[in-house]
């Protein structure tokens, strides 16, 4: 079957996720917009040239119209924040960056499923779902799911096991007040707390310090920012994650940024829990049995996020 997913946004997030998605079997058209036409116009020949060995895919620099029958539509238009610049001076200039493009966008692509990528994610889901006019289900914000890759990266490194057999999530914000629900973290299905004991005698592995391990998540884009000057591989492979789960057959579970209406004793604010994902787009949320502890740092996640919503005009 013959699938569309519009990018909206050919900066380095936007290029590298249309990049990403090129080579995938499931996509048949990428539509990249930008209101950079140069710009846009450079990353669509680049990435079509590199499509040359797989099956003949459409990639094309468009305009809002072009989204029409989309499938699936992913919005990573934004700015960075500029030194002196405050936390909320930067979400407004987002927040309107968003205003301008939800009616355009919309119009054109009622019924695709919407992933919001810029930043702050969760903020902006929240704004999206307000003003799009969309079912909550069309509107996944990706969330902590580039927290969750990092996070199962670094214990893969610490316990040398796969990354695939790693089990543990990122909830909250995407930002200083996410946090891992550790008591539900296991490796292979084996508790974590519990991990070490059924290693082969011979194999030694040191004590997991989690507050480090949490603090490494959160600094993480802030290191590879400063090292390289922008981060783009992991959220370009996450957001093509998601782009999967909408694009197969039966739902899955992501810890994904959606609005809450009663979890945890949170309502009216969006960010990141596990949630079921799949054709329809989301489906529902998984509330596990977390912790006292747990719930209140996920509630004090929620009063960060409402505590910037309320400074803001949407």
Request: glycine residues 8%.
């Amino acid at each position: 079957m013959a699938t569309k997913i519009t990018v909206i946004g050919a900066g380095s997030v936007g290029a590298t996720i249309a990049y990403t998605l090129s080579s995938s079997t499931k996509v048949s058209e990428i539509v990249l917009i930008d209101i950079n036409k140069n710009k846009v116009e450079g990353e669509v020949m680049d990435i079509a040239q590199a499509t040359a060995f797989r099956d003949p895919i459409e990639i094309t620099a468009g305009d809002y119209p072009d989204a029409a029958d989309s499938d699936i539509v992913i919005i990573t238009s934004g700015v960075g924040r500029k030194p002196g610049q405050s936390r909320i001076d930067l979400t407004q200039i987002n927040v309107n960056i968003l205003k301008s493009i939800t009616p355009e966008i919309v119009k054109y692509a009622p019924k695709a499923l919407y992933i919001i990528v810029s930043n702050p994610v969760d903020v902006l889901t929240y704004v999206f779902t307000k003003i799009s006019g969309l079912p909550e289900n069309q509107i996944i914000g990706s969330g902590t799911i580039l927290d969750t890759a990092r996070l199962r990266a670094r214990l893969s490194d610490h316990f040398k096991i796969a990354q695939k057999s790693c089990h543990a999530n990122v909830f909250g914000e995407h930002g200083d007040s996410s946090f891992v629900p550790w008591s539900q973290a296991r490796i292979s299905g084996v508790h974590l707390a519990d991990f070490y004991d059924k290693l082969p005698a011979d194999m030694q592995v040191e004590k997991l310090d989690y507050e480090e391990v949490e603090n490494h998540v959160r600094t993480s884009g802030g290191q590879i920012i400063a090292n390289k000057g922008a981060t783009y591989y992991a959220i370009a492979t996450s957001v093509c994650r998601i782009c999967e789960l909408l694009l197969s057959a039966y739902d899955s579970v992501a810890c994904v940024s959606s609005m809450l209406h009663g979890e945890y004793g949170i309502e009216d604010v969006c960010l990141s829990i596990l949630t079921l994902v799949g054709p329809e787009g989301i489906k529902g949320r998984i509330e596990m049995q977390l912790t006292d502890e747990e719930v209140a740092k996920l509630q004090h996640s929620a009063q960060v996020l409402k505590d910037v919503i309320a400074q803001i005009e949407i």
